[in-house]
């Protein structure tokens, strides 16, 4: 539409000026209507990236799940000492099990938490083991915007998945976003133990941008 215009602006001599500004008027009007559409259509890509690099990084963490259970009998994520350590803030409570703390944090805390300026002090970053590392500072994969913390434990999930990840990291497409993640530790024994489970988020949005893995 645009170029017709366009050519219908040229194709005519001595166009007057009210001529001219309806012209001005009409094309102003349909960049107006398409911007937001442009926008979405934005978003909607990111969301799409973002989700596909939280696949990449779960793939990764299912695969170390997999080699520690081969390798030691009892399988544990990136960061985990053992299977019934936390990563993060999320602990058991007395009594209760893997599944029960899973599905209460996510349906009660996490689905509140719907931009990076959330509390997510209980998340560490996937790439970024402390504050100052440079190669998180160079490749933006971390926020200092927000409220994450760092893995503390003696085991450093940040650098098991920069090493799985060829020693470089993932940066998310959103500006304010990064990747972040926390391990509820499992649970029981004989055959009512159960595994732990990992949530990773995009700090954009954790309440839509997260995925949880049960092995």
Known sequence: MFT???????????????????????MATLATTAAPKF??????????????????????ANNYYNQTLSEEGKGRFPGQEKYDVAVGGIGLSEGTSTDETLEAYVETILDSKVSYDSELGEFVYVFSPTSDDDD????????????????????????????????KGMQSPFQDGSYAYLVIPGSGSGTSAQAPVIVVIDTENPSKLHKTLVP
Do not use: P, Y
């Open 4 to 26: 017709n215009l366009i050519k219908k602006l040229k194709s005519r001599r001595g166009n007057s000026l009210a001529e001219f500004a309806v012209t001005t008027a009409m």
């Open 39 to 60: 926008g979405q259509v934005g978003a909607g890509a990111k969301e799409k990236k973002t989700m596909a690099n939280i696949d990449k990084i779960l793939t990764v």
């Open 136 to 167: 998180a500072l160079q490749g933006d994969w971390m926020s200092l915007e927000t409220s994450v913390g760092f893995d503390g434990n003696s085991e450093i999930g940040a650098l098991d998945f920069k090493n799985d990840f060829g020693n």
